[in-house]
Structure formats: structure tokens, C-alpha cells
T-cell receptor
Framework: DQQVKQNSPSLSVQEGRISILNCDYT??????FLWYKKYPAEGPTFLIS?????DKNEDGRFTVFLNKSAKHLSLHIVPSQPGDSAVYFC???????????????FGTGTRLTIIP | NAGVTQTPKFQVLKTGQSMTLQCAQD?????MYWYRQDPGMGLRLIYY???????DKGEVPNGYNVSRLNKREFSLRLESAAPSQTSVYFC??????????????FGNGTRLTVT
């Protein structure tokens, strides 16, 4: 049962334009969300996070927006660059059970291709 | 600074064979994890170790065992490999578990094929 969903497997964007990657979730108990970026033959790397008490977090060209009422978050990349071509995963920690640990659950990823 | 190192990078096994995937981190992190990535499935947690001396099951633990050998090393063992275990395996570590201030650091993966 996928609690974090990325419904677009792929996205192509012209260099210099805005890239918008979307993520939907089903569990209103999630405390925070993270985005990871993955290049081929490498492990994912952390990109940006947002706490559920905020609706926006910005880091350079990357901004994540959170809409709690819609259970939706999006990652905006402005301006898009060829080096941004990668697979992007959104993730959230499953609420902990009694004395348990939070475990990250990942979406299925969106492959972003930036067209020069 | 190597970060998270996984060995081997590639492996082909026959059904029923066993093997151990090795993982070491040099960041003095407390928590370590094993994930598998399959097409269309994202990353799924197999096992994790919240701190040295503890291990626990993740989403898909069947067919695997783990050992937290010390604070640096966390190994994943397949006792009797099956074709369904064909996947890319990622080891990760974090300072602690369960906070947005402690993101995961991943190794570069082990691509395993079971025939």
C-alpha cells in the first residue's frame, strides 16, 4: 500500500524553464517530507526537506511546497539545468508505533530530463 | 572521505546460492539501513539498525538477514537466493533515526542478479 505516490514516471523540461515534480500522500500523520535525487549508477542524495508545520522551504534553485489540506507536495526547480536530469524521489517517515522507530517510505520516483 | 561504501558493485548468483553484501560508513553515524530498488516500486526498506547492537525488520525482510558488526559496518545476507531477489541494493546511514535533520546518506548500490 503506497502511502507516498508519484504519479508521473517521467517529465521533460526545457533548460532554463521551471521543473515541477509532484508527490501525493495518504497519511495525514506524516511529520515531514524529504526529496532525494538519484543519478544512474549512484545512490540517492538528499536534496531538501520540509516540516509539516511549514508550507514552503527554499534552498537556492529548489523550493518545496506543502499543501496539507490536499495532501500534496511539489518540488520546483528554477531555472532547470542539464545537471538536474535525474530521478527524484519524495519520502516521508511512517508514524512510529509504540517504542518503534520512524522508517522512511519512498515514492516510486519521477525521471526528470532537462532538454538543452 | 568515502561516506558509505558497498561491496561488491555487481554480483550474479544461481538460485539457492548464498552471499553477503557488505556496507561500511566512515561518518560515525548511529543508524544504518538496507534498501532495495525495483522498477516501478521505489526504494523499499529491508532491515535497519537504529543504533549499534540493534537490528529490526523493515517493509520487505523475508529471505534476508542482517548483522550490525560494529558502528561502521552493516551486512546483508541472502541465505538461499531466489530470482525475486534480483534487484539493486542500497545501504544507507544517518546520524540518528527519525528526524528531518538527519537525512540518509546512501552508498552507490550493489546490482544483484539471481538466475
Amino acid at each position: 500500500d503506497q502511502q507516498v505516490k508519484q504519479n508521473s514516471p517521467s517529465l521533460s523540461v526545457q533548460e532554463g524553464r521551471i521543473s515541477i515534480l509532484n508527490c501525493d500522500y495518504t497519511n495525514s500523520m506524516f511529520d515531514y517530507f524529504l526529496w532525494y535525487k538519484k543519478y544512474p549508477a549512484e545512490g540517492p542524495t538528499f536534496l531538501i526537506s520540509i516540516s509539516s508545520i511549514k508550507d514552503k522551504n527554499e534552498d537556492g534553485r529548489f523550493t518545496v511546497f506543502l499543501n496539507k489540506s490536499a495532501k500534496h507536495l511539489s518540488l520546483h526547480i528554477v531555472p532547470s539545468q542539464p545537471g538536474d536530469s535525474a530521478v527524484y524521489f519524495c519520502a516521508a517517515p511512517l508514524p512510529r508505533t509504540n517504542f518503534g522507530n520512524e522508517k522512511l517510505t519512498f515514492g516510486t520516483g519521477t525521471r526528470l530530463t532537462i532538454i538543452p | 572521505n568515502a561516506g558509505v561504501t558497498q561491496t561488491p558493485k555487481f554480483q550474479v548468483l544461481k538460485t539457492g546460492q548464498s552471499m553477503t553484501l557488505q556496507c561500511a560508513q566512515d561518518m560515525n553515524h548511529n543508524s544504518m539501513y538496507w534498501y532495495r530498488q525495483d522498477p516501478g516500486m521505489g526504494l523499499r526498506l529491508i532491515y535497519y539498525s537504529a543504533s549499534e547492537g540493534t537490528t529490526d525488520k523493515g517493509e520487505v525482510p523475508n529471505g534476508y538477514n542482517v548483522s550490525r558488526l560494529n558502528k561502521r559496518e552493516f551486512s546483508l545476507r541472502l541465505e538461499s537466493a531466489a530470482p525475486s531477489q534480483t534487484s539493486v541494493y542500497f545501504c544507507a546511514s544517518s546520524v540518528i533515526m527519525g528526524t528531518d535533520q538527519s537525512p540518509l546518506h546512501f552508498g552507490n548500490g550493489t546490482r544483484l542478479t539471481v538466475t
